[in-house]
């Protein structure tokens, strides 16, 4: 019985894992929801705040985009302080090429990221803090770190769910 057992555990393994690699490259459809809450858990540990008690925003721009976020009550003062330093610190580390955050935050590399990396040294990134948040404006004036920065975006727009237009403003 013992070996029958480890024979289909064996079998539903190499199933998993032929139906896994037998899916298309194609980009990720919206989360189910089980999915979403792993994602949101991991944002939490790895944005240090609560994602229910904050809002995150991601506009798309001719050269570049925004990513804002805001704490949902302007009392909520723990949130609006770890908010910024998170921006702050993800202003620092996209500037040299570090996409950790997002890439854990999503278990997955975010399309755009390997151009952003590349061209790192032609994307600009601004922090700027907002009365209930704060936000990071990038922009850059080349148009293959343009088009990076709009995958990127709309790939957090729609794991983020959070109704962002996915076309540029």
Same mark, same amino acid.
């Given at each position: 019985?013992?070996?029958?057992?480890?024979?289909?555990?064996?079998?539903?393994?190499?199933?998993?894992?032929?139906?896994?690699?037998?899916?298309? +490259?194609?980009?990720?459809?919206?989360? @189910?929801?089980?999915? /979403?809450? &792993?994602?949101?858990? #991991?944002?939490? %540990?790895?944005?240090?705040?609560?994602?229910?008690?904050?809002?995150?925003?991601?506009?798309?721009?001719?050269?570049?985009?925004?990513?804002?976020?805001?704490?949902?009550?302007? +009392?909520?003062?723990?949130?609006?302080? @770890?908010?910024?330093? /998170?921006? &702050?610190?993800?202003? #620092?580390?996209? %500037?040299?090429?570090?996409?950790?955050?997002?890439?854990?935050?999503?278990?997955?590399?975010?399309?755009?990221?390997?151009?952003?990396?590349?061209?790192?040294?032609?994307?600009?990134?601004?922090?700027?803090?907002?009365?209930?948040?704060?936000?990071?404006?990038?922009?850059?004036?080349?148009?293959?770190?343009?088009?990076?920065?709009?995958?990127?975006?709309?790939?957090?727009?729609?794991?983020?769910?959070?109704?962002?237009?996915?076309?540029?403003?």
């Amino acid at each position: 019985m013992k070996n029958l057992l480890s024979i289909l555990a064996i079998l539903v393994s190499s199933a998993s894992i032929a139906a896994a690699q037998a899916q298309p +490259a194609t980009s990720p459809a919206p989360q @189910e929801p089980a999915n /979403h809450q &792993q994602m949101e858990h #991991r944002g939490n %540990q790895g944005m240090g705040f609560d994602q229910q008690k904050t809002t995150h925003h991601f506009l798309l721009r001719k050269n570049g985009g925004v990513i804002q976020v805001t704490a949902k009550s302007a +009392a909520d003062k723990d949130s609006l302080e @770890e908010i910024r330093m /998170h921006l &702050q610190h993800i202003r #620092r580390a996209f %500037q040299a090429g570090e996409f950790n955050i997002p890439m854990f935050v999503h278990d997955q590399t975010p399309p755009g990221v390997p151009v952003m990396t590349r061209l790192k040294d032609q994307i600009h990134y601004k922090y700027e803090p907002l009365e209930n948040g704060g936000r990071v404006l990038i922009s850059s004036e080349n148009p293959e770190a343009v088009a990076a920065l709009h995958e990127f975006l709309k790939f957090q727009i729609t794991e983020h769910r959070t109704g962002d237009p996915l076309e540029v403003k």
